[in-house]
């Protein structure tokens, strides 16, 4: 076996200190055995630069790199003169920017393709659902009575393009923002016009000799962030319902388990959902399945993971084989005949994880090429010129596998895609669509609050750990739980996305829970599905009863164990949509400066939300519920639960009468 060059002299691991998936911890075991190295080893033996993780340095010119000292933050500055908030405001902005970016792209590589849908350019895709077209057309002012399907649909179209490009004006979907929320917008100068403007103005002012003043450097960063939120992610979510269908809850596998040591694996993993969507069709074409067949395998089986597995479990049900820190792992079972992958989130260490186990590692997007990884371009007017050569090079690897095959036997089953329709469907029922019953259950205190727990695995944390005390916690509170992302793999593993995780909840989310058979967690999707939770959050402020913008909500959010720049951007339009957003691991900001103090609570002053760090997870527990009651109180609903027991004084009342 080819060995990358591991461990000699290195750190050796604590595998039960690294994880707390089962199924990681055997495949590093195997790993160690194997002499195959992974990013929890690289961890393990890379200490995280002790100025950076501060962010108390600055690379943005060549008279650096400047390092300050995050202990005594006044006490030097760049050799320009830039001082620690400012350097920490412009490396805030370049994160803001990235994980903007991200998002904003993808949506708009989703867009392209609806358009090219439409004219007729692509023949592969279709619309599943037109009534969702007609429907995000109508939400922001497109007439649709009596038209022709292809005028509204091309309507939309060019006004979600306005989304990106737009010079001037406020973006199309800033019409869906509550009035007050839009309101507060407005007065700080934060509503965003295109995305690739706020983008390309955030890049110029955190560049050299430029934006000098972290209150304006914020401002600049919440209107890039909210050109990603309501913006790019939302976009990204709304066509790719509209070309693929809308999520409604389905029952699915997690965990490695679901390889078939039988059968043809193939993974996808990344985040876009046109490649596994050919994919789907790819692994049942009726002369690749007898190619498998031929090869001896019972048959394909097509797996995802992180965001591109979410997309596709709750469209398609295909299984998924865990998170972030898992996609390395996943590859020492030697069971993976394939893994192709789009963009983000690909570690470049697959490619000599891949190596060692002889599975072929297919780069897809012209955006993400891999040194060492096979690419095949996919290319939407021609899908399955890809998809069918994924296929074929993981059954010539099934034909040709050498390697001794470990499948962790375990696979946990939860119930996902819970979009926001589905949601008001299910709480209203068909002829009721509506949050009426989630607000009453917010105001009679059956229900405490709502939280949502997102985003990524981390190696600095053990991985799946934080997410699932802090979600345990949460809803033992009465704290129903919304997720995105890796976050919900975790929360699956752990059997807390079932209707029968019920019994760990509060008395009064439980009843909830027992009343409507929904499960106290909700998966609603992958990362850029947070647009998702910011429709659920706009939605109970419309439905009433619970304040007039999102910062009035009993609300909070959290990323406990985030790696991305991508999740600083979502923290961000978060805060800046008026959410409370508490993140773990680490925090690239000074305490005690006054770009943290700027963050941590002058934002919430002015109308928005603001920012929290914990890395606790009852710690963070604490804090996101301490938010929640102090909005409960704001709101005069912090009595409820007496309402509750006067409700049965009531009830002895009529009995008595
Ligand atoms: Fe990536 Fe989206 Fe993070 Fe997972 S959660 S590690 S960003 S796959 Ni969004």
């Not at 016009?193 to 000799?209: D, Y």
């Not at 934080?466 to 929360?491: F, M, Y």
């Amino acid at each position: 076996m080819a060995k990358n060059e591991i461990i000699s002299g290195k750190k050796e691991l604590d595998i039960n200190a690294v994880t707390t998936c089962d199924a990681t911890a055997q495949m590093l075991r195997k790993a160690r055995r194997d002499g195959v190295e992974t990013a929890f080893d690289r961890a393990a033996n890379m200490k995280a630069c002790p100025i950076g993780k501060d962010s108390a340095c600055c690379k943005h010119c060549f008279m650096g790199p400047c390092r300050l000292n995050a202990k005594d933050p006044y006490s030097k500055v760049g050799v320009c003169g830039a001082t620690i908030d400012t350097i920490m405001a412009r490396n805030f902005a370049r994160a803001v920017c990235a994980g903007s970016a991200a998002h904003t792209d993808h949506g708009m590589g989703m867009l392209d393709l609806f358009r090219d849908v439409l004219n007729g350019k692509i023949k592969d895709y279709g619309i599943k659902n037109p009534q969702k077209c007609i429907e995000v057309a109508a939400s922001i002012g497109i007439e649709t009575e009596d038209r022709e399907f292809y005028d509204v649909a091309m309507d939309l179209y060019h006004e979600l393009e306005r989304t990106y490009t737009q010079v001037d004006g406020e973006i199309p979907f800033a019409k869906r923002v509550p009035a007050k929320t839009l309101e507060t917008w407005r007065k700080e100068g934060i509503v965003p016009r295109g995305a690739m403007r706020e983008i390309m103005e955030l890049m110029h002012r955190s560049t050299m000799g430029v934006d000098q003043h972290y209150e304006n450097i914020t401002q600049a960063c919440s209107r890039a962030a909210l050109a990603d939120g309501w913006g790019g992610s939302m976009v990204a979510t709304e066509i790719s319902d509209i070309l693929f269908g809308t999520p409604s809850p389905v029952a699915v596998e997690v965990n490695m388990g679901v390889l078939k040591e039988d059968q043809v694996n193939i993974i996808i993993h990344g985040h876009e959902p046109n490649l596994f969507e050919s994919m789907v069709e790819s692994v049942n074409e009726p002369t690749l399945v007898q190619a498998a067949k031929d090869a001896g395998a019972k048959g394909i089986n097509l797996v995802g993971m992180c965001c591109s597995g979410l997309e596709m479990f709750v469209r398609h049900g295909v299984p998924h084989a865990g998170n972030f820190m898992s996609t390395e792992a996943v590859l020492v079972t030697g069971a993976v005949d394939a893994m192709g992958v789009d963009v983000q989130c690909i570690k470049q260490g697959l490619v000599k994880v891949a190596d060692c186990y002889k599975t072929p590692l297919i780069t897809t997007n012209p955006r993400c090429h891999i040194e060492g990884a096979t690419h095949v371009e996919f290319h939407e007017h021609d899908p399955k010129g890809c998809t069918d050569e994924i296929v074929i090079q993981a059954i010539g690897r099934f034909k040709n596998r050498s390697m001794p095959i470990e499948i962790p036997q375990i696979v946990n089953t939860g119930v996902h895609g819970f979009s926001h329709e589905y949601i008001n469907y299910m709480l209203g029922g068909s002829f009721r669509a509506s949050y009426t019953p989630l607000n009453d259950n917010i105001i009679n205190g059956r229900i405490r609050g709502v939280a949502g727990v997102v985003g990524c695995t981390n190696p600095r944390m053990k991985q799946d750990y934080v997410h699932v005390e802090l979600v345990k916690e949460l809803i033992k509170n009465d704290v129903l739980v919304v997720q995105t992302g890796c976050s919900q793999i975790a929360l699956a593993k752990a059997g807390l996305t079932t209707p029968e995780a019920a019994h760990l909840a509060g008395p009064g989310l439980k009843e909830v829970c027992e009343t409507v058979g929904m499960p106290p967690v909700l998966g609603v999707g992958a990362c850029v599905d947070n647009s998702r939770i910011l429709i659920a959050v706009t939605e109970m402020v419309k439905t009433g009863g619970l304040g007039d913008s999102i910062a009035d909500l009993p609300v909070a959010g959290c990323a406990p164990e985030f790696m991305s720049e991508k999740a600083i951007a979502i923290g961000q339009y978060f805060v800046a949509s008026g959410v409370y957003t508490v993140f773990g691991v680490t925090f690239p900001i000074v305490e005690g400066t006054k770009f943290h103090k700027h963050l941590f609570q002058e934002l919430e002053e002015r109308g928005m939300g603001k920012w929290g760090f914990a890395v606790d997870p009852h710690d963070i527990a604490a804090k996101m519920i301490a938010h929640i009651d102090k909005k409960r109180k704001a709101l005069g609903i912090d009595k409820a639960r007496e309402r509750v027991l006067m409700d049965m004084a009531d009830r002895r009342d009529m009995e008595a009468a």
